[in-house]
């Protein structure tokens, strides 16, 4: 089955505390995007990439880092410099570039405490 | 840059038409997509629209006028199953990602 998959699907840190998130995909896609929903809120895109080893911040970068050392792997790290950490992080992937369809995972929901 | 207008909520009754609408600005178009959105779910691809016209399937119908920076999601025979979140999209002018509207809650009752 080709899909993306993201665990945990719910997660609880304490606050100060980094924590990584995690996003693969078989769908062979070059793109990987990560987004935060607040409720009653839009996607958000935090970071972007296309290839292995390169990516780009999107609007809202600050507090977080990622890293693409692998095609279909894309983790996303929350550090505590993030003011808001809790919400829910989706991540998704698209077949060549950024105007392709992008299709989701399932979500992780973050909570600070 | 990218600016996004969508209702924020509406109701419809089962079995009734809805129409979504989505009105946009960008610096440059490659095509507008809609995404349904379960709550606490991901969202998932409905529909995506780059020339004018309505795109039709199966229940689901979308329309897009360039001209306007219209489009709007029209849903037939609702259902219950259909109370959701729909998100509409566009990418960033150039090779850049997309950007989501808000989004429109739909509730759909009996």
């Known amino acids: 089955d080709g899909g993306i998959t993201q665990s945990p699907k719910y997660l609880f840190r304490k606050e100060g505390q980094n924590v990584t998130l995690s996003c693969e995909q078989n769908?062979?896609?070059?793109?990987m995007y990560w987004y935060r929903q607040d409720p009653g809120q839009g996607l958000r895109l935090i970071y972007y990439?296309?290839?292995?080893?390169?990516?780009q911040k999107g609007d809202i970068a600050e507090g977080y880092s990622v890293s693409r050392e692998k095609k279909e792997s894309f983790p996303l790290t929350v550090t505590s410099a993030q003011k808001n950490p809790t919400a829910f992080y989706l991540c998704?992937?698209?077949?060549?570039?950024?105007?392709?369809?992008?299709?989701f995972g399932p979500g992780t929901r973050l909570t600070v405490l | 840059g990218q600016n996004i207008d969508q209702p924020t909520e509406m109701t419809a009754t089962e079995g009734a038409i809805v129409q979504i609408n989505c009105t946009y600005q960008?610096?440059?178009?490659?095509?507008l997509f809609w995404y349904q959105q379960h709550a606490g779910e991901a969202p998932t691809f409905l529909s995506y629209?780059?020339?004018?016209g309505l795109e039709e399937k199966g229940r689901f119908s979308s329309f897009l006028s360039r001209s306007k920076g219209y489009s709007y999601l029209l849903l037939k025979e609702l259902q219950m199953k259909d109370s959701a979140s729909y998100l509409c999209?566009?990418?960033?002018?150039?090779?850049?990602?997309?950007?989501f509207g808000k989004g429109t809650r739909l509730s759909v009752i009996a």
């Open positions: 999209a566009v990418p960033h002018s150039g090779n850049t990602p997309l950007v």
């Open positions: 769908l062979n896609h070059d793109a």
């Open positions: 629209n780059v020339l004018d």
């Open positions: 990439s296309q290839i292995v080893n390169d990516f």
């Open positions: 998704a992937s698209s077949s060549e570039d950024y105007t392709d369809t992008q299709y």
């Open positions: 960008t610096s440059g178009f490659n095509g």
